[in-house]
């Protein structure tokens, strides 16, 4: 377990954090009273927090599945979130278990449980990075122990983008992924889902602005926006698409006909 600040990283409780609310919403206990207050208060005002962060949990499994099963055998998870299994490891490693995955979150409390993440099987392997994704050179640099950027590696940023500004805002997420992407070899995949404010577009504008309020930069983005991420790769069937629609299984189909999910989700490869 590695990262820039690890050893001073220290839980804050005294303000929300997003892998603490997501965790509430997901029904977890690794949450503190501040987190369940923003959570309680973005749901009342976007009723599609719930079944949302559920569909986007098993979108990440999934496109797990999808990647692994299409011989992808090395796997860099940034913005991992507080662990709910099936974990990422645990998918990829279900199917082959000699995979090497790579997880990353600037969270202290994602830190607090690495350790649960790190049961990989005897073949594969599992590491933990504590860094932020603004950080691109500390997270190439560490993850190169584990994984072999010469080889298809599959890249998830998966309910992470929305918590970073466009250029104007200082953080110019486009150009950060592409940092990224550019350091993959051709093969690789690149798995993304975030928030949208194109399906009820009111709500999610109230929930952002809890999110701002609460300290945390939130910023949904359009069909385009979101799709503008693979430029220069080749999506992967059915393209991008609200998440629950992204290669259904019954369960998905069920969350569907719950109703609407603001995320758009896709998985591209590198040519
Ligand atoms: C909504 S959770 C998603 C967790 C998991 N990827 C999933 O989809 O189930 C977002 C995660 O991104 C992490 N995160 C937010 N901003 C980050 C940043 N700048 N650098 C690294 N991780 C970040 C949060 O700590 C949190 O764990």
Redesign the pocket.
């Known amino acids: 377990m590695t990262g820039s600040d690890a050893a001073s990283a220290r839980i804050d409780t005294s303000r929300p ?3 603490r609310v ?1 965790d509430w919403w997901l029904g977890g206990k690794d949450n503190y009273p501040v987190d369940e207050e923003l959570a309680r208060k973005i749901l009342a005002v976007d009723d599609t927090v719930l079944r949302g962060a559920r569909a ?2 098993r979108f ?1 499994q999934r496109a797990t599945r999808v990647v692994a099963e299409a011989g992808i055998r090395q796997f860099l ?6 662990p ?1 299994e099936p974990n990422l490891h645990q998918v990829a490693q279900g199917v082959a278990p000699e995979s090497r995955v790579v997880y ?4 202290p409390i ?1 830190l607090r449980h690495a350790e649960a993440l790190l049961h990989g099987s005897a073949k594969g392997s599992t590491d933990y990075i504590h ?4 950080d691109p050179d500390t997270i190439l640099r560490l993850a190169a122990r584990s994984l072999d950027f010469g080889q298809p590696v599959a890249l ?1 940023l ?3 983008t929305h ?2 500004g466009d250029a104007a805002d200082g953080d110019d997420v486009h150009g950060l992924l592409k940092r990224y992407v550019e350091l993959l070899a051709p093969g690789s995949c690149l798995v993304l ?1 975030q928030v949208t404010p194109d399906l009820n577009p009111g709500s999610i504008q109230k929930a952002a602005e809890h999110f701002r309020r609460s300290g945390t930069p939130f910023f949904p983005r359009s069909l385009a926006e979101f799709s503008r991420f693979f430029d220069g790769l080749e999506l992967l069937g059915p393209g991008v698409i609200p998440v629950s629609g992204w290669r259904p299984e019954p369960e998905d189909v069920a969350v569907q006909a719950e109703g609407i999910v603001p995320v758009y989700a896709g998985v591209a490869r590198k040519p």
């Open positions: 954090h997003p892998a997501y986007n949990r990440m998870d940034i913005g991992t979130g507080i709910t990353a979150d600037n969270d994602v860094a932020d994704v603004r998830s998966v309910a992470l918590y970073l889902s």
